[in-house]
């Protein structure tokens, strides 16, 4: 498809589609520009007045583009994005009609919230949803409509959104991170916000092959399908070149992007046949959630004009690589500083140790919290598999700051009365590496040189989850040690207790080894670290009452919410299961079967040609057996699977025991069942075979 504009430089397009900051300055008056503006970055309250002209000029700017319609744009639990359209339209009492678009409509919305997931939140409160702009994320105009991003809540202000937290999260971390930087001297920063950049990870096959198979559709996954001779094995997929099929997608796919003012950065081939990766250019966490999602949709919408269908699904394929986001986090200050960055100065390593403590301590004390951020069922394919990070939390520093942090622990434990770590101080921190070769690509909690990389989010999540949890733990760190600083007579000395005191009791969650091999499990084992398997095990640690009261501490989620979240989650994975399994009830009975015993017709049939001719058929014969016992017992198991899932399905009281039903059972039948039939599948001659194979499905863009 031809799009006139695409001809334009990507300078002209970057952010073409964004009513942005410059657009902002052009279109608004200087005291209302100025205005949001403060509004944006200091969080003040907006004056509705401001709003009537932000929404005015908004209007104009959006119609100068094709907008007919206004949407407020938000992420409800179910964690895709929503959207209810209204056209800017009023008629006129003489019959015309105007464009109108108020401050009103702006600053709220009321969708029809009552069939998105609220885990009992809107039973309890009795109330309807709103949606409620957040300026912190610029409105864009789409296909037709202006954008707006906004909060969804419930009447009496309860979260019903991924957004919501996150913005709460934002603002807790920063208002720890700015008492620690004033204890260490800092009277400058304003604002520190967490950045981050997700790397995306996700498959692109042939349309035409998507639509002959019933699981890729419903579920987005393969729920059958035999190894295919060839697979990962060669790596002669990653950073291998690009078809001019998937260079035509990427290339357009960046265009589309870069008018949203996505910063897409980097392409390229990943390890699975058929996997690729797309990578942005890092901003603000609540700014690139949004972007996470607009960048999902955009693939997909993008791969079907080229006769291609993309695959965010964790786990597309069994046997090979699946698909993760890769979310690179970092905090930084209003006035440009990375606080990640070590330092060249003395005073910056204390500044750089206290915030790489924060997080250490952080990760270590609430490991479940960031294992339930990244659980879905989807992810559980990938979590604990034999494949991109285990299902423990571990954090790599790499071999020098290892060493440092070593230095520390041993200066103090032997020097600690005569000043001892004091020394801390008076020596810089050589820069540490950043290139590649350095890194460790098995930790699902890897430094590379000034930001963490948080590596266990499936590639179909939302990452606000991922990032509320990750900005309120290392908030709460931040607010324990501001809390010791602000009281403490001797600061410096106060500082390299805090550190010290870190690197002893939370050593146990640092590892640079290989997070794949068998020793780290038994390692991790006796260092007490959490090792949990599966999505409905991961999803309890919501609702255990550490993580409530560090979530209420710091105003991000109340109990309810939190309840209710665990409650959906639990919800999700069942419902989830659920379709999974009768997909492929469904597609055996339809399907599979039918084809198995068609084959098994004309083998029958010819076996007795062969007879005659050659006076034995003794391999046809043995052929036929073969096949008749897997039928049998893939029979056998979908029985099983069926039953399963009816005793499943009256456990509703409980959605934890239903969830716990539905792995234990449904889940693991679903297992057994796919066995016999990849089985018959290398069994059955390619024609009769009623679906196509994993060769077709990754071979064949
Ligand atoms: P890789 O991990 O694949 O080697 P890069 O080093 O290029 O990739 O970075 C991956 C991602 O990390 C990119 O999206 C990049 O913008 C992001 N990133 C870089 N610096 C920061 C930062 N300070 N905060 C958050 N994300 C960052
Ligand atoms: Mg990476």
Redesign the pocket.
Known sequence: MHHANEMRAPVEIYGSNVFNDSVMRQTLPKEIYKSLRQTIEEGLPLDPQVAEVVASAMKDWAINKGATHFTHWFQPLTGITAEKHDSFISPTTDGRMIMEFSGKELIKGEPDASSFPSGGLRATFEARGYTAWDCTSPAFYKDGSLYIPTAFASYTGEALDKKTPLLRSMDALNCQALRVLRILGNKTTKRVTT???P?QEYFLIDKKLFEEREDLILTGRTLFGAKPPKGQELEDHYFGQIKDRVAAFMSELDTELWKLGVAA??KHNEVAPAQHEL????TTTNIATDHNQLTMETMRKVALRHGLVCLLHEKPFAGINGSGK?N???M?TNDGQ?LLEPGKTPHDNIQFLVFLSAIIKGVDEYADLLRASAASPGNDHRLGANEAPPAIISVFLGEQLTDILNQIEAGGATKSKSGGIMTLGTSSLPSLPKD?TDRNRTSPFAF?G??F?FRMVGSSQSIAQANYSLNSIVAESLCQFADRLEKASNVQKEISAIILEVIKKHKRVIFNGNNYSEEWVAEAKKRGLPNIQNTVDAIAAIRAEKNLKLMEKHGVLSHVEMESRCEIQYEIYIKTVNIEALTMVEMSKRQIVPAVIAYKADLAASIGGVLAIEGNADVEKALFVQISDSLKSFNANLTKLEKALKTAGTLHGDVKAQAVAYRDQVFKTMGELRKDADMLETMIDAEFWPMPTYSQLLFKV
């Open positions: 950045t981050v950049g790397e950065k980097t990578a942005p250019i890092f890769h690179n986090w970092s930084s990375n590649s590379t000034n930001k990389e």
